[in-house]
């Protein structure tokens, strides 16, 4: 019975609205209301956890999947239990499922390459804490609105395994039948290779729109699961090279023993093969891998981008500066110009220069500075000589000034510059010439 919209559980989650249901879970699309975020809650439809042991099992196996934490895949971020059935809180993924997507498209090679290389890293992870999925199929496989692909419910056949007895003998098989491997039907030891195989079957239907096995009932397709050769994928898709057969066959043999070793093994062959019968997509894969980690890293990208941007700025905007003193002297300064023609005048010029060095910007100081400047002054006496014949002359000195003052800037100065206008003496008496 599904929940309806607006229920609360456990005065955490609002229920939203339904997502989809399936054999062993209903899923809902639900809200967080301590942490204001949409999270996607599965409640779990075995009826067997009514028993007291089997849920002291489902928190147990709950306690060890809730701690993995791989980027591939979709965590357990809570659990609970609702009208005596337990259920999973995870990441709700808004770009839906790999069957969703299956259905209005068949997929380029490449992106299937980089589908399979990024669930097999997931399975490799999963593998590794000792976990089995047990029910890898296209619903499982989810995407977010940047099309990146996630593994989801690792965990929920092995909680569902572990909290119940008995299942196979009743008639209840852990998986969803059009992926089961043989030794899920006949309830062999399950291991790595089961999940091999039931990534074999998700590939193939990547690579062909459509599972390698079809039957109108369960017992159908465990006889063909069990007995019957695995199909060709150039039957199904003639641009795909024959080559595929072979990694396939080997991905979905009858026997464990005969399969790839690990999904790390069986990705790497297939996508070896790919980039060998399908040249093409090397260039493509290399491009969708920068894609997905300029997605991912986009906010840094745009960042580090905006700072060197206004370093740049700032520095061009300041003329390369980045300190800059503001200094108001005032000084007395003796000019001795050179006369010509030959003569001797002796000037005194009284001024008040003001400095400003570009930009101007707040500086504080304790330190004594002794700054040195050069200023140019130019004065134009009229020398008038009184011969006999009374010449005239008339001649433009230049002087130098090379003061230095000694200052102790305080806090945050602040001055403008104007040009001196030194005084001009009267002008000298006029020499006699003999």
Sequence with gaps: MLISKGTFIDEKYEVMEPLGNGGFADTYLAWDIRL???????????????NPISQK????????????????????????????????????????????????????????????KVIASALTYI???NIIHRDIKPENILLDLDENVYLADFGIALIL??????????????????????????DGNISSRTDVYQFGITVFEMLTGRRPFHGENAWVLMHKHCHEEVPSVNAFNPKLSKEFDAILSKALAKEPTERFDSVEEFAESLISVAKKTHPEILKETDFHRLKSLMLLYWKWILA??????????????????IISLTLTPTQTVTVQPILEPSSTNTSTVTWT?????????????????????TATATITPTNTATPSDTP??????????????????????????????PTIPPAAPSPTID
Excluded at 43 to 50: A, E, G, T, W
Excluded at 59 to 76: F, K, M, P, Y
Excluded at 353 to 373: G, L
Excluded at 393 to 418: C, G, I, W
Aim: aromatic share 10%; with cysteine; glycine share 6%.
């Design 36 to 50: 204001k975020r949409n999270v996607a809650m599965k409640i779990l439809n075995d009826r067997q956890f009514v």
């Design 57 to 116: 099992r489902f928190i147990q196996e709950v306690d060890i999947i809730a701690r993995l934490s791989h980027r591939d895949i979709v965590t357990v971020h809570d659990y609970g239990e609702y009208e005596g059935k337990p259920y999973l809180i995870m990441r709700f993924m808004e770009g839906g499922t790999l069957r969703e997507l299956l259905k209005t498209q068949l997929l380029p090679l490449e992106r299937i390459c980089n589908i399979v």
């Design 127 to 129: 593998h590794s804490a």
């Design 161 to 186: 395994e572990a909290t119940s007895q008995n299942l196979t003998k009743t008639g209840h098989a852990v998986g969803s039948y059009q992926y089961m491997a043989p030794e899920q039907w006949q």
């Design 304 to 321: 580090g981008c905006l700072s060197i941007m206004i370093l740049f700025a700032a520095y061009d905007g300041y003329g390369g500066t």
């Design 353 to 373: 220069p003001t400095i400003t060095q570009s930009p101007t910007s707040s500086y504080t100081s304790t330190n004594t500075q002794t700054p040195t400047f």
């Design 392 to 421: 005239t002359s008339t001649f433009t000195p230049t002087a130098t000034l090379r003061p230095s003052p000694t200052r102790t800037p305080t806090s945050t100065p602040t001055s403008t510059f104007s040009p001196p206008q």
